[in-house]
């Protein structure tokens, strides 16, 4: 099974960037879907963003549209979230999963926008 590590969060000021970083071990990731979600204090995750084995098709969370892009390297067993634009209610643990459905899952990492 697959195990992931989330890097990348923090504290910035709205309108500000992050790029989040999700390096898979015990196995490739190459032949799976990846995606992110997160999860916002009080409230259930939620499904941010979701891309292709083959890097070809990208889906996001309407909340996030125009604002986030999801990329991977394969080569890197990494996937990344690239956020420009952020906003205090993007604050949350932002995790990283793979497969579709997501049958693995990261430990999360914080994402705090102050405003």
């Known amino acids: 099974q697959v195990q992931l590590a989330e890097s990348g969060g923090g504290l910035v000021q709205a309108g500000g960037s992050l790029r989040l970083s999700c390096a898979a071990s015990?196995?490739?990731?190459?032949?799976?879907?990846m995606g992110w979600f997160r999860q916002a204090p009080g409230k259930g995750r939620e499904f941010v963003s979701r891309?292709?084995?083959?890097?070809?098709?990208?889906t996001y969370a309407d909340s996030v549209k125009g604002r986030f892009s999801i990329s991977r390297d394969n080569a890197k067993n990494t996937v990344y979230l690239q956020m420009n634009d952020l906003k205090p209610e993007d604050t949350a643990v932002y995790y990283c999963a793979s497969g579709f459905p997501a049958t693995s899952w990261g430990q999360g990492t914080q994402v705090t926008v102050a405003s």
């Open positions: 891309i292709t084995s083959n890097s070809n098709y990208a």
């Open positions: 015990g196995r490739t990731i190459m032949s799976y879907t």
